[in-house]
Nanobody, 116 residues
Framework: QVRLVESGGGSVQPGGSLRLSCTAS???????MSWYRQAPGKQRELVAI???????NYAGSLEGRFTISRDNAKNTVYLQMNSLKPEDTAVYYC???????????WGQGTQVTVSS
């Protein structure tokens, strides 16, 4: 069992930046790590994924504003979010996928609010 704890959310004005962190209770080096978000009344959607190999994929038009990275030594994955827009307002969740067992682990989420 792996526990994920997100941090770094908060309120920011449009155009601002936030960096989210997700720290795991175990080693993440063999895990695919991803960030999802869920806005009120909407389905949870993929934001970005960083595979254990280091390959990165972003959803839609978020590439260029959002950057996902990982530090396996710290068992932490990050999401740098720049030029934030009101439509980025959501609860952001971290997910870990253990490739060997296909087990999924989710964090509790962190709220990001973009508003003037």
């Amino acid at each position: 069992q792996v526990r994920l704890v997100e941090s770094g959310g908060g309120s920011v004005q449009p155009g601002g930046s936030l960096r989210l962190s997700c720290t795991a209770s175990g080693r993440i080096s063999s895990m695919n790590m991803s960030w999802y978000r869920q806005a009120p009344g909407k389905q949870r959607e993929l934001v970005a994924i960083i595979f254990s190999s280091g390959v990165i994929n972003y959803a839609g038009s978020l590439e260029g504003r959002f950057t996902i990275s990982r530090d396996n030594a710290k068992n932490t994955v990050y999401l740098q979010m720049n030029s934030l827009k009101p439509e980025d307002t959501a609860v952001y969740y971290c997910k870990a996928l253990q490739r060997s067992t296909w087990s999924e682990y989710w964090g509790q989420g962190t709220q990001v609010t973009v508003s003037s």
